[in-house]
């Protein structure tokens, strides 16, 4: 459905923003004046589960004459990424007890929050830009 082809590639990008203009864990901001709006965990809730189900969307659904599943398998994976980072990100904020996670996803989470947003932004501009290249 086209819905969700729109819809995950605004969620996408808005999450790869949202990431990269994050502050960082010691307080200080990526950008030099980052929107509030980003840092407002109402918005990191209600945004990592849009993008998380229009990820898991656009797995499940299939743009006519595209190919099953490969062919929205990068959108797919930079949807879940980021809404589990912006989840995450959300999760620490509200709640006193921290969650034991592996060091490798809290490195993933955490440290590499950025790495994510620019994964997410690249993801949303190709699936914009190559709408029938396999994996975009």
Known sequence: MLQ??????????????SLITL?????????????ELFENPT????LGILTGFMGL??????????????GDFIPFVAGILGAAVLLFDY?????AVSIAI?????NLLVKGRVFVGY????A?????????VIFF
């Open 23 to 35: 502050k960082k864990k010691n307080g200080e901001p990526l950008v030099e004046k980052p929107i």
């Open 124 to 132: 949303g501009v190709l699936h914009l830009l190559f709408p029938k």
């Open 43 to 46: 918005y990191k809730l209600i």
């Open 91 to 95: 999760n620490t904020e509200k709640n």
């Open 57 to 70: 969307m656009k797995l499940l659904s299939v743009v006519p004459n595209d190919v099953p599943i490969f």
């Open 4 to 17: 969700f082809y729109f819809f995950s590639i605004l969620f996408n990008t808005l999450t790869g923003i």
């Open 102 to 106: 592996p060091s490798g996803v809290e």
């Open 119 to 122: 994964f997410c932004i690249l």
